[in-house]
């Protein structure tokens, strides 16, 4: 990438309804592909300097029902990248309370920590997770980190590079992420698939987990999992999520999240050429966000859904089945 970042958004498709679109066995929803860029000069000291403005952003992250945590409480951006020897991931983090309890490595997750899921294709079958604890939690000072293993031959060991500075407010993080772990060959067009989790805890036993994809448990298929390509510039910014649901009377609506510096932007949906509802971004404490209703005829379900920012097309999207009427 030059010098400049970017300004298109892209926007993520999230399903209200998403966990029981999967007890049905709807499958998961397409991914579009994400271009991140080379970066040939980057350090793993967990310091931001080198990135410059670089990298392909995301800037945002949900839960799987599309509410982002208020800013003031918990707020996890980052910058993906790729060298000769693997995928390069920035994580810039504030958070009001740092709680990190795990006694064992494979219960990291449990609280504050980062997770990135990695394979060799989104839907392969070999794949590997990350969970990083920051050491931030002053009674545990410490980096930790754990690695589980979803290779079908698990030859060799799997390793990271990992550093981490501490800021005023939370911590910059930087990870390198070895090609050598799944046996990939780096090369300009080369797609994997790639997972992103942040989980917060303020209190024992108490966890709230954002995610990229907007499925959870990629450990257990990597459809759940992005679609990363390999280029020489990245793709536009991940700035806003959108999410397509019903409410409690099982009326269809779409809920649009994106960052602060979208408010007042208005948002349509539409259903081939037919408007079924409109809206504005407003602030909230996670940044801004509209809910819009949709229109929908008796006995014709919504089919494909266009979402438009200011008119400009930002994705597609297609509504889980809605839920069993009650008798």
Do not use: H
Not at 38 to 47: C, M, P, V, W
Not at 121 to 144: K, M, T, Y
Not at 240 to 261: C, M, N, R, S
Not at 319 to 327: G, V
């Amino acid at each position: 990438m030059g010098g400049k970042c970017q300004t298109r958004v892209w926007m993520l498709l999230l399903s209200g309804m998403v966990l029981s679109a999967m007890a049905a066995g709807a499958a998961e929803p397409a991914s579009p592909v994400f271009d991140i860029p080379k970066l040939d000069d980057i350090t793993i000291d967990g310091k931001a300097d080198e990135w410059g403005d670089r990298g392909f952003r995301i800037e945002l992250l949900a839960d799987a029902y599309g509410k982002v945590p208020p800013a003031s409480n918990y707020s996890a951006k980052f910058r993906l990248g790729w060298n000769e020897k693997g995928v390069l991931v920035l994580a810039t983090v504030t958070d009001d309370v740092f709680l990190e309890p795990a006694k064992k490595p494979e219960e990291l997750w449990k609280g504050d920590s980062v997770e990135f899921f990695m394979a060799t294709e989104r839907g392969g079958n070999d794949s590997l997770q990350v969970v990083i604890a920051p050491g931030c939690d002053p009674n545990s000072p410490d980096i930790r980190y754990n690695i589980s293993d979803y290779r079908q031959k698990k030859e060799g060991k799997l390793t990271i590079e990992v550093a981490r500075t501490k800021t005023d407010k939370g911590y910059v993080m930087e990870v390198l992420l070895p090609w050598k772990n799944l046996n990939i060959e780096a090369a300009e067009g080369k797609e994997l698939g790639f997972q992103i989790y942040a989980n917060d805890s303020d209190k024992a036993d108490e966890r709230v987990q954002t995610l990229w994809y907007p499925v959870p448990e990629a450990n257990v298929d990597s459809n759940r999992m992005y679609r990363v390509r390999l280029a020489a510039k990245p793709s536009p910014a991940v700035q806003a999520l959108a999410f397509g649901g019903y409410d409690a009377e099982g009326k269809a609506q779409v809920t649009v999240a994106a960052v602060a510096e979208l408010k007042g932007k208005k948002i349509k949906v539409k259903d081939e050429d037919n408007e079924v509802g409109k809206g504005k971004l407003e602030a909230d404490a996670g940044g801004c966000s509209v809910k819009i209703q949709l229109k929908q005829k008796k006995d014709k379900p919504l089919g494909t859904l266009t979402v438009l920012l200011d008119d400009e097309e930002l994705t597609k999207l297609t509504l889980p089945q809605p839920p069993a009427k009650k008798e």
